[in-house]
């Protein structure tokens, strides 16, 4: 009976794909609206009987946009969105869970309240109405305050461990897991380049001559990942430079969030790879530099000052692929003939003895993805569904001794292939990690392929049986990224469950739901007060609160 519901939800996609089907988008709305409203360990309630397992015990903490506005000024992209963390408690009773939400006391978010106005800092994608070039000088001056992207604990051996909340700019912040709130931040200086940040020709500029350097962001990625069976980070930073070349560092960075590089190159200024992710093995980590890249000479030469005009895309030339062997630090260039940008990591692993990489990717054509989920373009039906997911589920094989690389689109069956093809998000049973793997869970917009506001949750399978491949979706009903959690004593990869905050858009507030992870039914959910803008990516920390 779990798995024909499921194949139900899949065959109502499949035929929602043979016509055009008005779209009923209720509450969609909603997932880019403000909510500045902050709760504290609120107390939520179960609907269906039987609660859910004891052994789901520990916290998920969510990151994204909480409010898209300040005074007379609105932002136009939500990646510019103020930072709002969430949290979800289980104490492992099997019937208790505690919901928290607050706003991230950032230097962008305080002095925005402070002024009633939209701070002078970096943005994504500037504000309505637009500002002049002066207004947006200053915000070059200030750099970028605003971390609404991810979060990732600094230590899995701690029982007590602070979390970082993160963006793709090398600007971390702190934070403490029970009551959300931020305690410190870190630009976290290689040794080398921390003379050049205390440089006497600054210090002169500064505080003599009282002319403000503008400040310029280091690159790095949201997704850092703890090195195999270590209590470390494997992650990058990119300081940039404005003129030549910039340098690329390989770093692993510990609870102590002293950084320690493993290796470095250079980079053209005018063509820093973008990267959002990247692939860790038990020995490498891979680095894919795409053709899709930071101009940010240009960006300084437009004088438009925002993140989303430095971004360029050569839709004709190859990905390079930097493999650095973390053990010596070694680093292997492998050329490609494949261009696109990847935006997330499924998984990746070794195979041959170590000679091969396998990575498991959400491979895109450019960069409209990225940029099309501005606000405007949300809040319209039409416009938003004319908004393309390209995406392609994509492996990549790196052949270390002959230095080749080559793909393979990952497919499913043919009945909901062209729905899964363009699944993203995605997150795996994280006791795979690094090693060859079978599953992994993500989400889906735009599911029936014409509507923009039709989001689903997939479950995929890469071990060669694409029939085993699942859908969740209900109506006007919007789910985030997932997050999978074993059962302690599991006898599959897929023995969990899989948790995530959904919106009801009928009822106008988002839900905890705990689906099976194995055949994605739902077990139970629970209500909160409010609902909660998108969130783009968390975690579950396991027994700890």
């Not at 607050?102 to 106005?117: L, P, R």
Request: with cysteine.
């Amino acid at each position: 009976m779990k798995i024909l519901k499921s194949l139900c939800v899949v065959f109502s996609l499949v035929f929602m794909t043979t016509g055009e089907v008005p779209e009923d988008s209720t509450g969609f709305k909603l997932l880019f609206t403000s909510i500045e409203k902050e709760v504290e360990d609120v107390p939520l309630k179960f609907e269906l009987p039987g609660g859910i397992p004891k052994w789901v015990r520990g916290t998920l903490v969510k990151n994204g946009p909480g409010k898209f506005e300040m005074g007379d000024k609105k932002v136009v992209h939500t990646f510019d969105g103020f930072a709002k963390l969430s949290s979800w408690k289980f104490p492992g009773d099997g019937e208790s869970v505690f919901f928290s939400t607050k706003m991230q006391q950032t230097n962008y978010y305080k002095d925005s309240v402070a002024t009633n106005t939209i701070a002078p800092y970096v943005l994504f994608a500037g504000t309505i109405p637009e500002e002049n070039t002066m207004e947006k000088m200053q915000r070059m001056m200030n750099g970028m305050n605003n971390n609404p992207v991810n979060v990732y604990e600094t230590s899995k051996t701690n029982p007590d461990p602070e979390l970082v909340a993160l963006n793709d700019m090398w600007k971390l912040y702190t934070f403490n897991m029970t009551k959300l709130e931020l305690k410190k931040t870190y630009t976290p200086f290689l040794p080398k380049h921390i003379e050049d940040q205390d440089s006497s020709m600054k210090d002169f500029l500064e505080n003599i001559m009282g002319i403000k350097m503008p400040e310029v962001p280091g690159l790095s990625s949201a997704h850092p990942l703890f090195e195999y069976k270590k209590d470390n980070w494997v992650t990058y930073y990119v300081k940039i430079e404005l003129d030549g070349q910039s340098e690329f560092s390989v770093i692993r960075l510990g609870e102590d969030m002293v950084p320690k590089e493993v290796t470095s190159w250079k980079v053209d200024s005018n063509a820093i790879p973008y990267m959002h992710s990247f692939a860790v093995t038990e020995n490498y980590a891979a680095f894919f530099a795409t053709p899709c890249f930071f101009d940010f000479p240009n960006l300084m030469a437009e004088g438009t000052f925002d993140m989303k005009s430095a971004m360029r895309c050569d839709p004709n030339d190859p990905m390079v692929v930097h493999v650095v062997d973390l053990r010596t630090g070694k680093m292997t260039k492998l050329e490609t003939k494949y261009p696109g940008l990847i935006i997330h990591f499924v998984n990746s692993y070794e195979t041959d003895n170590g000679t091969k990489i396998v990575a498991d990717c959400t491979h895109f054509p450019g960069f409209e993805q990225l940029t099309g989920i501005n606000i405007p373009t949300m809040m319209n039906v039409e416009k938003r569904n004319k908004v393309e997911t390209p995406n392609r589920l994509t492996r990549f094989t790196l052949d270390l001794t002959t230095l080749t690389v080559t793909t393979e689109h990952l497919h499913s069956m043919p009945s909901i292939d062209s729905v899964m093809t363009h699944i993203d998000f995605p997150v795996i049973n994280e006791n795979h990690r690094s090693l060859n793997y079978c599953n992994f869970w993500g989400t889906i917009s735009k599911a029936d392929n014409i509507h923009y506001g039709k989001w689903a949750i997939g479950k995929k399978n890469v071990c060669g049986n694409p029939n085993a491949d699942l859908i969740w979706h209900k109506p006007n009903h919007y789910p985030m990224e997932p997050w999978f959690i074993p059962r302690p004593d599991a006898t599959s990869e897929d023995d969990g469950v899989v948790i995530t905050s959904i919106l009801d858009g009928e009822k106008g507030k988002n839900y905890l739901a705990v689906l099976n992870g194995t055949t994605l039914e739902m077990m139970n959910y629970a209500y909160m007060p409010i609902h909660l803008p998108m969130d783009f990516h968390g975690r579950f920390i396991a027994n700890k609160f």
